[in-house]
């Protein structure tokens, strides 16, 4: 089998014994414009792996005969740089990480949102392409390559973030955006501009709190030549920048006073007055504001001005923090792995055991998104071996609470370990609630789960 070229349209091939669920996503794919094989089983699909080029999968996960994770067994024989995309009804993290062991290239659980499909299969067109084949030389990775990596994920928590997204993105209203250092509220703002009418015009963003605040002013406002000592030539400032498109103000929350009474009349009027200037200027600038700060709380202590909170907070969005969204760890690691593969091609590790993946999925993250990234890096330049075990990730100094946080399981991670993913489960949970005493609440927090989770894994062990 040859890979499409890449001067075609991408060729996908969807794999569903549900007939609307076939036609629904061919509809969907055929629509963005690419070209599209079906098939109703496992057995039509073999036939057309070896007969057609194909750029990924679709497949789903149970499917009368053969499963979808039997035929990506078989055609990982033959064809292992194909991508596949998996798509189930039973989400959780085990599926994840057995899907992934077997070389997945995304498990996305249903109802399926169809704008992240799109977004995962244009990643796995995008990986086939650039390796085709085994052993093929991979291409210098740049530095600069994004990804809406934050986005990523099928759990409640983003479905309802990327719902969000879209209803803000169809108004021009100001909007803050909220969430803990990490999650990607740039990320989100990003996707609100590009996702309303303002896409063609610029997108600037500012961080307020990396910037001198004597130069901030000047910075956002513009100046005028000789409007302060330095000021050699003229400078328009980000908001005449911006003009016509969308402005971040990221960490807006440690904007000082004087410039907040300025930024207020932006809002207000429209009006941008360059520093040094006796005059100003109209502008038509959508204004996203950012921060991990509680503003509420800044407003009453006087420290942020309630009129521009209000004019700012017409549309709020808030961005979950990474240990809200767990069934998502999986995924991210996935595409943060093949990230930092190609930053570092020369490194051998290929993948995430799936008890280093159990790890990754239980951690904390403070850091969020950003963190996970951080580490998966460490990982990929550091690793010694194709695969990554949770030794490895213990080995990393800055990753080390990862590990830490967890209690010694009760077996090592060797040929000794449960048959299953669900033995190792009930074991793991066994010897946390042992190291709690019984304290349910507590070993929840340790698993990293809700409460309510943990009491339907023990009713599960006793029936």
């Not at 996707?191 to 997108?203: E, K, L």
């Not at 460490?378 to 949770?390: K, L």
């Amino acid at each position: 089998m040859t890979v499409a070229s890449s001067q075609m349209r991408p060729r996908i091939l969807i794999v569903d014994d549900d007939a609307e669920m076939r036609d629904a996503l061919e509809t969907c794919f055929a629509g963005q414009g690419h070209q599209c094989e079906v098939a109703a089983d496992a057995t039509a699909a073999l036939q057309l792996v070896e007969r057609v080029s194909l750029d990924a999968v679709i497949c789903d996960v149970r499917m009368h005969g053969m499963s979808g994770l039997d035929l990506l067994d078989r055609v990982k024989r033959t064809h292992p740089t194909l991508p596949f995309v998996l798509i189930t009804g039973l989400g959780g993290i085990s599926g994840a990480v057995d899907a992934m062991k077997r070389g997945a290239f995304q498990y996305v659980t249903k109802p399926c949102d169809l704008d992240e499909l799109r977004m995962i299969v244009a990643g796995a067109i995008e990986e086939r392409r650039r390796y085709p084949d085994a052993g093929t030389e991979r291409p210098s990775p740049s530095l600069a390559a994004t990804t809406n990596l934050e986005l990523i994920g099928g759990g409640p928590a983003m479905r309802a973030l990327r719902a969000a997204i879209r209803l803000v993105a169809a108004s021009s209203a100001p909007v803050v955006v909220t969430g803990e250092t990490g999650v990607g509220k740039e990320l989100v703002a990003r996707a609100i501009h590009a996702g309303g009418a303002r896409r063609s015009r610029p997108f600037v963003a500012v961080n307020t709190s990396a910037i001198p605040s004597d130069l901030l002013e000047s910075e956002i406002f513009g100046h005028v030549r000789g409007g302060f000592t330095g000021a050699i030539q003229s400078r328009k400032g980000l908001l005449a920048e911006a003009d016509g498109g969308t402005l971040l103000l990221d960490e807006i929350g440690d904007m000082p006073a004087a410039l907040q009474a300025k930024l207020l009349r932006v809002l207000q009027f429209g009006d941008v007055r360059p520093v040094g200037s006796d005059r100003g200027r109209q502008v038509d600038v959508r204004v996203i504001a950012a921060t991990h700060r509680d503003l509420p709380s800044f407003v009453r202590e006087g420290r942020f001005r309630e009129d521009l909170y209000f004019r700012l907070n017409v549309l709020p969005v808030f961005v979950p923090p990474l240990r809200d969204r767990r069934e998502d760890i999986p995924a991210l690691v996935a595409h943060l792995l093949a990230e930092a593969r190609r930053r570092a091609p020369d490194s051998p590790v290929r993948s995430m055991s799936p008890e280093a993946l159990v790890v990754l999925t239980q951690a904390p993250w403070p850091g969020n998104v950003r963190e996970l990234a951080s580490v998966i890096e460490r990982a990929v330049v550091f690793g010694a071996d194709e695969v990554v075990r949770p030794e490895g990730l213990a080995s990393l100094a800055a990753a080390a609470p990862v590990v830490a946080a967890v209690p010694a399981l009760p077996w090592s991670f060797s040929s000794q370990a449960p048959a299953t993913l669900r033995d190792m489960n009930r074991e793991y949970t066994a010897r946390v609630l042992a190291h709690t005493g019984g304290n349910k609440e507590q070993a929840a927090q340790i698993l990293g789960v809700d409460l309510s989770t943990l009491y339907r894994w023990q009713r599960a062990r006793h029936d």
